[in-house]
Each structure stands twice: as C-alpha cells, then as structure tokens.
C-alpha cells in the first residue's frame, strides 16, 4: 500500500460494543502486519466527553480483551495507539462536527477521509447529512453502513435515499462482515478458478444445497435491538442471502465490483417469492427455551434481561426456496440460522445427485451422494465427501472426506473478516459491499415473508437450547426426503 492511501479513519460510536469487540482490533492487526500506510490517523467519534488520553486508554484496553494473547506485542500496541486521536461529536449537533472538521483539517483535504458508521442505523442519514453541512463529504471520502441497513424496504430506501444525497453510490461502503471471510473468498476461487466443479455446478447434479448460520450464544445484553428485528431481519437479510448469493451466481465477466454485484442481484431476483400461504408452508421459525450449552445451564429467549414477557420475535428460522432461472430450476435451498443452538457453525453443504446406476451389486447398495461442505467458523475449510474402497475381499464401498484446512495448509493468519473490509474501503474496492439496488431487492423479497407471519399471528415454536431448532426445522426436510447435514453420520 503505497502512501497515496494515506487516510483518516472517522469512528462514529467509537467506543461503543462493535468498535470494542471487532473494529479497533482488526485496525490494530492491520497496522502490526503494516498494512496501514504511514501518517494514517484513526479517530474515535461520540457522544461522550474523553480526551485523547482517555481515548487510547480505551483502544489499548480493547485489544488487551479481544486481540488474541499470541498476537499481542507491546512496541505494535504503543506504535497503534499512536494513530489514535479523539473528538466529542453528538451526531444530533451539527456545531461539533465543525469540531471534527477541523481536527481532519490538519492534515489537509488531499487526504482519503473514510467514515465508519458503527452506531444505530437510525443515525446514519443525520451523520451524513451533518458531514455535508461541515463539508465532509468531499471527493475523496467514504462513508461505510454497518448492518442492519432498515427493518423493511421503505426504511432501508429512506436511508438510502437520504444518504445518496450527501454521498454518490461509489462512496458508500455497505458491510456484510460474512463477505470477507476467508472461505467466502475461496468459494469464489472454488467455483471459478477450477474447472472441476463449475461443469458440476447445477442442477443436473447437485439435489439441493443447505447454508447454516448458527450461534451457541443467546441474546445477551442486546435484547432491545434483536426483538426489534429477530433471526430473519437480523440474519437472513444479509448474510444468508448474500451467502445464497455467491453460492448461486453466474460467472462474472471479471472480478470487478459491479460485474459480481450484478450477478448476485439476477440471483435476488430470481427467488421464488415466498408470501402468503407458501411463506407459511416453507418456513419454520422458533424461539429458544431455557436448555444447557456445554453442559451448562441458560435462560430462556424470554426471560433475557429486558425482554418482553409475551415477545413473539423468532430466535430460529429456516426457509426452504427455490431460484427460478435454468441453472438451478427444480434445487431447494435451506437456510437456517438460530441463536441458542447446539453448537457455533457456519458453513454451505452442496449435496450432490446420486449416481443413476450402481454397478456394485448387493455389497454396496445404498451408494452415499458426494457432499461438498465449505465451513465458514470456526474452523476455516472446505471437505469433499467421495465414496471409496473399503479394504477386504468385497466390493464394500464407504465416504471418505477430502479435507482442506486453511490453517493447516497455508499456516499463516487468516485475516480476520474486519480486516479484509478495511483493506478493500482503503483501496475503495467496492466488490465485498452491498450495492443499493441488492439490499432493496432483499428487503423485498423478506418483507412478504414478515407480513405472512403478521397476518399468521403464531408464537414462534419452542425449541430446547442446546439442540438444534423446532422439530418441524427437520421435518420440514424430511417431508420431501432431505436431511440437515448434522444428521448425516459423517464428521467435519
């Protein structure tokens, strides 16, 4: 990265849970492995009243929490922290971001500015209408969403409208944090660098493909914001469908922004609309009950800290769809995600056809289909399931996984999803983020779902912790004779 990346970094909620927990660290990595360019400044932004001083006490306390104790070095803590300055900016007083401008003013407008939103998505059209007011948003500036971007499509083109004024589309940076995981990128690699699975890719071959989402972890101290929203709003919006999104897409013509943003977006709008009746036929949803995690006991979703005692927002979802073009005509997609369940994974199974003939005889009589599983967290890989030679003096055939673990194999540091995104706003590489055409197209094919289960008016169904769903999540597939992939005796 040469030194016309120069930049200044403008946190907004700079203080706050995802700047403690995710951003400052990533930031940290980045400039420990010297991918930040020299004289680049980070600036936390917020309500509250620090000083400096305060500010990079609490940027040193944060990496001491969340950067693993392998990756802490104290002379790349100090030279980090010295990048690190602070302004008091209440997003609702448009006199202190003259405060602020004259803080990057230092350091002249020649520089790229770059503003990360990490506060409420019910702040970000005031944020940026106020850096237009104190003439922020020049040229060179980049403005990045955190999700969720709305609950429903008039919200979200509201706050794409709003900020579109302030903004051009090329520099407006909406974050899916799944997109920059590492196995999200060699699913690109896999599918179009390769000659062996792209022939396969369809539905001629595969039965049907599954992508799970699913957290051990409960609603936590967030249960204000997450019964606003739920599994579907909060999950599926965004990352499920833009994991569905890479997993379907046709080959782009190349590897620029907007010729894999357009392939994605013939995928959202190719997805049978799921409203009404079928909305309700193809969809489960659920809500945790009190259950055990590792052996340990938790709450219920009700009894969370702050919830409401007759909430009816769902914890779990599963939708079964379908994408109408010819490639995948005839394939059901399974989404699944869920807080609460009996284990943290994220992953994308193809399950392959099986083959027309078996030539084996009794020996082998029910021929396992090949699976391919691409595993997002934790444990970074991709395995192919094949069927091989069992040894013995019969013709005994049984899986056998073909492994690639991405730590054992390049044994160096993946880069955390958060670091990627930051390296690509830097160099204003808009492929990683939402176009404002897929996020509305998202939110329209969600929103019919939501009001299928308004007019439903059903509590979502209980489901143990620990385990994984309602047991109609299962039958759900089992109905038409597919199974989740847990259920299939093979290990990762």
């Given at each position: ?288 009950k009190a259950g055990a995690i590792l052996g340990e006991p938790v709450t219920g979703y009700l009894d969370e800290a702050g919830m409401p005692a007759d909430s009816r927002t769902e914890s779990f979802v599963v939708l079964k769809t ?171």
């Open positions: 990265m040469t030194s016309s990346n120069t930049f200044d970094m403008v946190i907004f909620g700079g203080a706050g849970d995802l700047a403690t927990r995710k951003l400052l660290p990533a930031l940290y990595h980045l400039n420990k492995d010297g991918h930040l360019p020299g004289g680049s400044r980070i600036i936390g932004a917020g309500r509250s009243a620090m000083s400096q001083a305060e500010f990079t006490e609490h940027v040193a306390k944060a990496c001491h929490d969340y950067v693993p104790e392998a990756d802490m070095d104290d002379h790349a803590l100090e030279a980090f922290c010295k990048r690190i300055d602070y302004v008091t900016v209440d997003s609702g007083d448009p006199k202190q971001f003259d405060d602020l401008a004259a803080t990057l003013g230092k350091a002249g407008d020649e520089r790229t500015r770059i503003y990360f939103l990490a506060t409420k998505p019910a702040l970000f059209s005031q944020i940026c209408e106020n850096l237009a007011a104190a003439k922020l948003n020049t040229p060179n500036a980049r403005v990045v969403l955190e999700k969720p971007l709305g609950k429903d499509l008039a919200s979200a083109q509201e706050i794409n409208t709003r900020v579109a004024q302030v903004f051009a589309e090329n520099q407006i940076f909406r974050i899916d944090h799944y997109l920059g995981k590492e196995t999200v990128q060699n699913l690109m690699a896999l599918r179009f660098a390769n000659t062996l699975f792209e022939p396969l890719w369809r539905n001629t071959h595969i039965r049907d493909v599954q992508i799970t989402l699913a957290e051990s972890v409960g609603v936590g101290g967030r249960a204000g914001y997450y019964d606003g929203n739920g599994a579907l709003r909060d999950m599926v919006q965004n990352h499920l469908l833009q994991l569905l999104c890479i997993t379907a897409m046709e080959p782009p013509i190349n590897d620029h922004a907007d010729a894999v943003r357009d392939e994605k977006l013939k995928v959202l709008r190719a997805l049978r609309p799921l409203q009404g009746q079928s909305a309700l036929r193809n969809t489960v949803r659920g809500q945790y379908r994408i109408n073009n010819w490639r995948w005509s005839g394939v059901p997609f399974f989404l699944r995600t869920g807080k609460r369940l009996a284990e943290r994974r994220a992953e994308i199974v193809v399950n392959f056809k099986r083959v027309p003939h078996n030539i084996f005889g009794s020996d082998s009589r029910d021929l396992s289909p090949n699976r391919l599983v691409i595993r997002l967290q934790p444990d970074e890989g991709v395995r192919m399931s094949v069927l091989a030679k069992q040894p013995g003096n019969t013709m005994r055939l049984r899986p056998v996984n073909l492994n690639l673990d991405f730590a054992q194999t390049f044994k160096v540091r993946a880069l955390d999803a958060y670091e990627r995104l930051f390296m690509e706003i830097i160099r204003g590489n808009l492929t990683l983020f939402m176009r404002n055409d897929e996020l509305e197209a998202a939110w329209r094919w969600i929103d019919p779902i939501v009001a299928a289960w308004d007019a439903e008016g059903d509590r979502p169904k209980p489901y143990n912790a620990g385990s994984w769903g309602p047991s109609s999540a299962i039958s759900l597939l089992a109905k038409d004779g597919y199974a989740w992939n847990e259920e299939v005796d093979e290990s990762f």
